[in-house]
């Protein structure tokens, strides 16, 4: 069994390129995953970006009347992804973020939220929820994502009763290649504001 301390560790820039591999690209596609959830015109989030694995994508979908904020926790990730997004000729549309030890440490306020693979970093997860929950429009969606070889079903779901009791209510758990994963809105005055929820994506390898 994986030890509490080894779950929460956070993963090193040294082995950034392993969260970029080409054969990722092809098992979890962003271009699949996020765009039943991000248009042209939001404003959102990639926390715990890494290298910029779907900040790129991201910032695709959004466009250039859109914007991204890429936050993590390693100015060597935020390089790595501003080097990449530099690149892409999409500089304008992202802007980076380094998160202080203790929280998110923004106050802009978001359309989407991705939390992909980091929610079991957080040494304290109720916090961070809170905190990402104030982040959030009154019509803002999340996208949490954990990885099954990680995170057991039982420890997703206490994840899920975190994220409710944040305010925050689940409407689907889309199929993400080696992962468990939630749809959240989030609970304006304790019930969803009303909008057409959108349908979770089939992502298979």
């Given at each position: 069994m994986m030890s509490e301390e080894r779950k929460h560790r956070v993963c090193p820039v040294e082995r950034a390129k392993v969260l970029d591999l080409f054969w990722r690209k092809l098992l979890q596609n962003p271009g699949r995953i996020l765009r039943p959830y991000i248009k042209e015109g939001m404003t959102v989030l990639d926390l715990g970006c890494g290298p910029g694995f779907f900040t790129l994508e991201m910032a695709r979908l959004v466009g250039k009347t859109g914007k991204v904020v890429a936050?993590?926790?390693?100015?060597?990730?935020?390089?790595?992804?501003?080097?990449?997004?530099?690149?892409?000729?999409?500089?304008?549309?992202?802007?980076?973020?380094?998160?202080?030890?203790?929280?998110?440490?923004?106050?802009?306020?978001?359309?989407?939220?991705?939390?992909?693979?980091?929610?079991?970093?957080?040494?304290?997860?109720?916090?961070?929820?809170?905190?990402?929950?104030?982040?959030?429009?009154?019509?803002?969606?999340?996208?949490?994502?954990?990885?099954?070889?990680?995170?057991?079903?039982?420890?997703?779901?206490k994840s899920i009763g975190l994220m409710t009791r944040a305010g925050l209510e689940i409407v689907a758990e889309p199929v993400i290649f080696l992962s468990q994963a939630g749809y959240f809105v989030f609970m304006w005055g304790g019930s969803p504001q009303p909008s057409k929820k959108t349908p979770a994506p089939l992502v298979l390898p």
């Open positions: 936050a993590d926790l390693q100015q060597g990730m935020l390089d790595k992804a501003e080097k990449k997004i530099a690149a892409a000729g999409l500089a304008d549309v992202v802007t980076f973020h380094l998160c202080p030890g203790n929280g998110i440490g923004l106050a802009k306020r978001f359309d989407f939220i991705l939390v992909f693979y980091m929610l079991h970093e957080a040494p304290d997860p109720g916090a961070f929820l809170s905190e990402l929950r104030s982040l959030l429009k009154p019509s803002g969606r999340v996208l949490l994502a954990e990885p099954s070889f990680h995170v057991s079903r039982g420890e997703f779901q």
